[in-house]
């Protein structure tokens, strides 16, 4: 069991950042999948950064660029880095985990097994 917490969300302007941070509860070690999905109001969840392995990184094309994921393994902590925030990035961000390597899967949401309740971010134009 892999109990994940957010924390870091938040209102900005159009432009501004936030970093959102993800504490999970077990090692964080090179055998997990994990990563930060969102859901905009009324619409499904979807992948935006996934780390996978020892530093396999893959983001969705929507916030490449703007986006950075990283892994801290001595702090056990999952962060997203949001810079040049737009209103359309708005939504619930989740973290999210697997004990399994997905592969093709990374940005599938129903692969995960483990999610934490999610943190707000709000960005107006």
């Known amino acids: 069991q892999v109990l994940l917490v957010e924390s870091g969300g938040g209102s900005v302007q159009a432009g501004g950042a936030l970093r959102l941070s993800c504490e999970a509860s077990?090692?964080?070690?090179?055998?997990?999948?994990m990563g930060w999905f969102r859901q905009p109001p009324g619409e499904g969840r979807e992948g935006v950064a996934i780390?996978?392995?020892?530093?396999?990184?893959d983001y969705a094309d929507s916030v490449k660029g703007r986006f950075t994921i990283s892994k801290d393994i001595a702090k056990n902590t999952l962060d997203l880095q949001m810079d040049s925030l737009k209103p359309e990035d708005t939504a619930m961000y989740y973290c999210?985990?697997?004990?399994?390597?997905?592969?093709?899967?990374?940005?599938?949401?129903?692969?995960?097994?483990?999610w934490g309740q999610g943190t707000q971010v709000t960005v107006s134009s």
């Open positions: 780390i996978a392995s020892r530093a396999y990184t």
């Open positions: 999210a985990a697997s004990d399994d390597w997905l592969g093709s899967s990374l940005f599938i949401p129903a692969k995960y097994k483990y």
């Open positions: 077990k090692y964080t070690d090179n055998t997990y999948c």
